[in-house]
Structure formats: C-alpha cells, structure tokens
C-alpha cells in the first residue's frame, strides 16, 4: 500500500476512519507471506503487529491463551511469534515484571474490529484495569496494521508509544527487522542500542504459534 490510500479491508469496513500519509512504515512493512482464512469477506488479508503482555499470575500461559484465542478467531491467521521476553514495568515501576511478544497475524478485519477483537480476550482472560501501565493478566496493543497511519478516540496506530519502549522493539525487531523508524533509522539498527534493550531479557520459555 502506498502513502494515504486505504487498505482493500479497511475500505470495506463499516467504520471511517481517519487514514493519514504513513511514508517510511508503508513502505518498510513486509509483504504478506501466507493467505488467511477469509469466509465471510472479500478484503484482501493484511499483516498486523500485536503487542501482548502480562505481569499477573501465570504469565507464560497467559500469553499463551492470548494466542490461542486470537488464533481460534475465523478471521485471523497468526502467523509468527517473536520470542518471550522478560521486561522491567514501564510508567509504573511499583509491580511485578512482565513477559512480553509480539505476534504477526495476517486478517481481513478492519483496525478497529482487530481492536473490539483484541479487547474481547483481554476481557475473557479476566483484565481488570486498576492503575494505568499498571498489573494486568494480560494486555494486547494493535501496534501497526498494514502500514496504515490511524488517529481516532479509540485507535491510534502506530501505537503511539511503541517506538519509546524496547519491550515493543526488541521482540518486533525480531520479526521485521528492515522497518524504518520515523527518524529514518533501521529497527534492527535501533535495538542493538544498550539504552533500547535495557531491561528485555530473553525468556526460557516460547510461545508455539496455536
Ligand atoms: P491500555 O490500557 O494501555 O491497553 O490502553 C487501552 C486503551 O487505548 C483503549 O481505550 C484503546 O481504545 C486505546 N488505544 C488507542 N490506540 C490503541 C492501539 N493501537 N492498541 C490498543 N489500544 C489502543
């Protein structure tokens, strides 16, 4: 996709959306490798990125579920997961550490129903939101979807604070390496950086893709 237009799916959704030029995330988002399930839909799939963390109880597990939940969805593929990491808390640091990953999923669904979809299995693995950045069971960020650039009440995407924290950076890096940065920097370059990896520390533990 180039510049401002709008992606087949999001322009067959039924939500408007605010779509702004993307430059150097349009052009850097890899091409989609696999073809997802899309009964129920003539949008071409699209690849997006997912944060998912935890910090309460069985952490592994959790983001396992999560997984396995978003996979068990008609309309999304999961296609790769970054590695587990274990990560310092950012913003509230008064709390356990987190397990963090990124999943790649390929999906016909429009942002906004990738993030009603998101939210739904952060309710079913029972997310209670007491602090902001504070413990939860599990908590999934869309962080980019098809190079699009979106600014609405309830979506912004590129997550607007994915490129100031190395738990988003380090596993994404992992999967695509060659995104550019907005200040025009290779990922892959930006997380050999001590400052950006500090405090992400790979986990024994991975997450087979469900
Ligand atoms: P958080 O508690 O940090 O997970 O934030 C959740 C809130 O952020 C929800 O109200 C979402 O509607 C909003 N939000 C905005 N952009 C995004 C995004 N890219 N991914 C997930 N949530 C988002």
Not at 76 to 89: D, Q
């Amino acid at each position: 996709m180039n510049g401002s237009a709008m992606s087949g799916a999001a322009m067959n959704g039924a939500v408007a959306l605010t779509v702004m030029p993307v430059g150097s995330i349009s052009s850097s988002m890899p091409a989609l490798s696999e073809t997802p399930p899309s009964e129920g839909s003539s949008a071409p799939p699209v690849l997006a990125y997912i944060g998912a963390g935890s910090n309460l109880g069985d952490r592994a597990g959790c983001l396992a579920r999560a997984a396995g939940l978003l996979s068990e969805h008609q309309r999304v593929k999961v296609l790769r997961a970054s590695r587990i990491y274990e990560t310092e808390p950012w913003g509230y640091h008064d709390q356990p550490r987190f397990l963090n990953m990124i999943l790649e999923v390929a999906t016909d669904l429009v942002p906004l129903e990738l993030l009603d979809v998101l939210q739904g299995i952060e309710n079913a693995l029972g997310r209670k939101r007491f602090v902001r950045w504070g413990p939860r069971t599990v908590d999934l960020d869309l962080l980019l979807y098809d190079g699009l650039a979106i600014d609405e009440d309830r979506l912004t995407i590129p997550h607007p604070r994915m490129w100031d924290r190395g738990f988003v950076l380090v596993p994404l890096a992992e999967l695509i390496p060659d995104l550019m940065t907005p200040a025009g920097e290779r990922l892959g370059d930006l997380v050999r950086r001590p400052e950006v990896s500090r405090g992400v520390v790979p986990y024994p533990a991975g997450c087979a893709i469900p």
